[in-house]
């Protein structure tokens, strides 16, 4: 089965997408439901328009905006997800069998720690008509529904990517926000945010180069400061750092205007020191909550990952028990390509009728089919609902 996955998350700077041929192999009577394989035929990151990409960033400001702008995104963002899809069907010569549209997450409510509701927007509709498959979206609302966060759904990728450990080992992802997925021997796999990824960083990035859109690129501009403790402290004093798992969160707590209440405590501090204190509060929320669950393996993704000065910061957060590599290093799957992958198993496993959602890893009272479908240029034809999903994933190449 061909399917194209679609991610937007978020950093709002780019849609990720990956078409990928899923594979069901039983043949190993040792592992119920068999094992899955995943080839990417093809993968791209496509910025998003000037107008489009400054747009989402209106929405993901915590004020309110225009009921016009948002309709005006919903209309855009679906069309941008038709050229997408259909330009890489025509690279690698396929027609996908499902579409998966993310969209774009512009309110993800949280009130005391339960999440009342998420929404993702991009209409479906134009991927439908434009390449005639049929599409899954709205994938985080039925776990909503059933009690759950609605996230972090890389979850049940990282939970079958990982399947085997040895050790306790954390997939990273290090977007916007960043999330972990521990899977251990012996244990439940449980998955959350823990903080802030880019979402703090990239605002003083942007203060600071003057470019609305722009990101502390390598890491440069925090590589010439220097840590400030007092500041760091207050910063890591946030409540969301210390409540249980399951738990998420978004750019509706970590933003400008959040930030701006810690730097008025603290006047007349170099912006280079302030990003620089931002990086390392990424780092060490990330290792506080990979030692709170006893990780001596990390396997990092993310655009995060393209900037040294974290990743330096990271492993000495971790400390040199933990080892940190990357999804491509450690499993062959390119870091960028994983949540758009992500999305790709999401519907394998809708279009099959089972759950693509762990209750350990989002605490909803059971696992949940996820999203709804848009039919394409045929009728809507789904196989017989299986009774047992695959028990482990493997990159085809």
């Given at each position: 089965m061909i399917v194209a996955g679609l991610m937007a998350g978020t950093s709002a700077d780019a849609l990720d997408v990956a078409l990928v041929e899923l594979t069901l192999d039983e043949s190993d009577g040792t592992a119920p439901g068999g094992e899955l394989a995943m080839d990417v035929l093809d993968f791209r990151e496509v910025e998003f328009d000037e107008d489009l990409g400054l747009d989402i960033l209106r929405l993901l400001e915590p004020r309110?905006?225009?009921?016009?702008?948002?309709?005006?995104?919903?209309t855009r963002f679906g069309q941008a997800?038709?050229?997408?899809?259909?330009?890489?069907?025509?690279r690698a010569g396929v027609t996908a069998d499902l579409v998966v549209m993310h969209g774009q997450t512009v309110r993800h409510d949280v009130h005391d720690g339960a999440v009342t509701g998420t929404w993702q927007i991009g209409q479906p509709a134009w991927v439908a008509e434009r390449t005639g498959s049929?599409?899954?979206?709205?994938?985080?609302?039925?776990?909503?529904?059933?009690?759950g966060q609605g996230a972090p759904l890389a979850g049940m990728l990282d939970h079958l990517l990982l399947a085997g450990a040895d050790v306790p080992?954390?997939?990273?992802?290090?977007?916007?926000?960043?999330?972990?997925?521990?899977?251990?021997?012996?244990?439940?796999?449980?998955?959350?945010d823990t903080g802030p990824a880019n979402a703090l960083i990239d605002v003083m990035a942007r203060r600071m180069s003057g470019d609305p859109r722009g990101v502390d690129t390598g890491g440069a501009l925090a590589a010439r400061?220097?840590?400030?403790?007092?500041?760091?402290?207050?910063?890591?004093?946030?409540?969301?750092?210390?409540?249980?798992?399951?738990?998420?969160?978004?750019?509706?707590?970590?933003?400008?205007?959040?930030?701006?209440?810690?730097?008025?405590?603290?006047?007349?501090?170099?912006?280079?020191?302030?990003?620089?204190?931002?990086?390392?509060?990424?780092?060490r929320t990330v290792a506080d909550a990979c030692h709170r669950y006893g990780v001596r393996?990390?396997?990092?993704?993310?655009?995060?990952?393209?900037?040294?000065?974290?990743?330096?910061?990271?492993?000495?957060?971790?400390g040199s028990g933990?080892?940190?590599?990357?999804?491509?290093?450690?499993?062959?799957?390119?870091?960028?390509?994983?949540?758009?992958?992500?999305?790709?198993?999401?519907?394998?496993?809708s279009w099959h009728g089972l759950p693509a959602t762990l209750p350990s890893?989002?605490?909803?009272?059971?696992?949940?089919?996820?999203?709804?479908?848009?039919?394409?240029?045929?009728?809507?034809?789904?196989?017989?609902?299986?009774?047992?999903?695959p028990r482990r994933l493997r990159l085809a190449r």
């Open positions: 309110d905006v225009p009921l016009a702008l948002v309709s005006s995104v919903d997800c038709a050229d997408a899809v259909a330009d890489a069907c025509a049929p599409v899954l979206s709205d994938v985080r609302s039925r776990d909503v529904a059933a009690g080992t954390a997939a990273l992802n290090l977007g916007g926000i960043a999330n972990v997925t521990v899977v251990a021997p012996s244990r439940d796999t449980v998955a959350f400061g220097v840590v400030v403790p007092a500041l760091l402290d207050d910063l890591l004093a946030e409540p969301y750092y210390a409540l249980p798992a399951p738990k998420s969160t978004g750019k509706e707590l970590f933003h400008a205007a959040y930030l701006d209440r810690f730097l008025a405590a603290h006047g007349g501090l170099d912006d280079h020191d302030v990003i620089a204190t931002l990086t390392t509060l990424t780092a393996s990390v396997v990092a993704s993310g655009g995060g990952t393209r900037n040294p000065t974290l990743m330096a910061a990271l492993r000495r957060e971790l933990v080892a940190v590599g990357t999804t491509h290093d450690a499993l062959g799957l390119p870091e960028a390509a994983k949540e758009a992958c992500l999305m790709a198993l999401v519907g394998w496993l890893v989002t605490g909803a009272s059971h696992g949940t089919v996820a999203g709804r479908f848009t039919p394409g240029s045929a009728p809507l034809q789904l196989p017989e609902p299986r009774d047992d999903g």
